[in-house]
């Protein structure tokens, strides 16, 4: 059973997602803690509603980000997290955080990377003109938005999308996306090899194939 440290800096839809999957009889993971770096975060209070403990971790509490980053691992450690999910973490991750949870943190980013990394990233993909968008689930690396790639979903853009439009779409994708990649690693039929991505689903259910949300 994996224990899920989940990281917020908002709402927590995702995390919301991921809270009714753990409700599922046999997803194989379950939130130990739910982290934000913000006090106000709105997912906070949904976390707490739903009986998980919670830590605010304000990173203008903290000289440096090193030492922020460092009382968010001990809090981590301290609840059993063996995965760091990142759920609308909106705090860069260096060094510090990320050699000591190596291979065990990932993040949902929306657009189909390496298309549009960073921010504004609907409004890159309405001026880039793609047909296609979607989300993508990754390894967290320090090369933002640039870890090996667990997952992604597809879903059309249409004609007269606005950037909320679009983002209202992908995250109806997210929403199913996120919990399908914790429950590809929590039943071990999607792993990571060095950089590289292995899913031993057969075809057509593997991950190459992604997901389609229309
Ligand atoms: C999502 O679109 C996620 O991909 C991005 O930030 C948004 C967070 O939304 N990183 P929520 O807080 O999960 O509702």
New binding site residues.
Partial sequence: MLKLGIL?S??????QAIIDACGEPDFPARIVLVLSNRPEAG?LKRAAEAGIPIAVVDHKAYASRSDFETAMSEHLAAAGADLVVC??FMRVLTATFLDRWRDRAIN???SLLPSFRGTHVHEQALAAGVKISG?TVHVVRADVDAGPILGQAAVPVLPGDTPDSL?ARI?KA?HALYPLCIRGLGEGWLRLDGDRVIDTRPAPEAAQAPLIVP
């Fill in positions: 917020i908002g709402r927590g839809s995702n995390m997912g759920a609308g949902i980013h929306p989300c983002a995250l997210e």
